[in-house]
Structure formats: structure tokens, C-alpha cells
């Protein structure tokens, strides 16, 4: 009796999803709004990036991490992609420094708009 009560009281104490909140993999998650430290930068800049592991995706971080300047930043490996928000740091610098890592920039956008790459 006492094991069903343990089962019956994980079973009631367990989290679920509420229905709101998608899952990082759902390709939905990433078109929520943003949050208002993220909506106050000046620039958002949006990378596509070839990354095949979490190494690759490390290289990525490290670089953004160390570049000064940068309000907030976000690396995916699962969908391949860099969101950076930044007031003073121009998209060539940025570029430049994803592309220091070796990885391919397959693609890019600039405040929305598609970049050169």
C-alpha cells in the first residue's frame, strides 16, 4: 500500500507542459516575442550556420561571448542558428567573428532584412 501511494503521489506532483509553452525543438518556439531586454536593442542579427554538434555550437558561443558590446546572444544547434542583439557592434564584425569559428554562414538577416553573407 505504501508503493501506491508513492506512485500516486509522483503521478500528482509530476510537471506537464502547459499548453502555452512550446518546446525549443517546435519551430513555433523561436517566433515568440522577445524579451524586452532583447526588443530594447538596437539591432537584431540572424545567422544560419552550418553545425553538425555541440562543438560546433560551443565555437560559436565562445566567439559571441567574447565579443564586447553584444546586449544578448543566442545560439541553436538544433535548428543552426545565432540570434545576436546588439546597440554598437556592426553585422560585418559579427559575421566576421562566426566566421573565424570555421563554420559555414549559409545565411543572414539584418534587423529582418536578408544580409550579405
Not at 525549443?24 to 536593442?41: N, V
Amino acid at each position: 500500500m505504501q508503493g501506491h501511494t508513492v506512485k500516486k503521489l509522483i503521478n500528482h506532483t509530476s510537471v506537464r507542459p502547459q499548453p502555452n509553452h512550446l518546446h525549443p525543438k517546435d519551430p513555433s518556439y523561436h517566433h515568440l516575442p522577445q524579451t524586452p531586454h532583447k526588443m530594447t536593442a538596437a539591432h537584431h542579427y540572424h545567422f544560419n550556420i552550418a553545425m553538425s554538434c555541440g562543438g560546433c555550437s560551443g565555437a560559436v558561443e565562445r566567439v559571441l561571448k567574447k565579443t564586447e558590446g553584444l546586449a544578448d546572444y543566442k545560439v541553436d544547434l538544433a535548428t543552426q542558428t545565432a540570434d545576436v542583439y546588439t546597440d554598437d557592434v556592426s553585422y560585418e564584425t559579427v559575421l566576421e567573428k562566426i566566421k573565424k569559428t570555421g563554420k559555414e554562414v549559409k545565411g543572414a538577416e539584418k534587423d529582418g532584412a536578408k544580409a550579405e553573407i
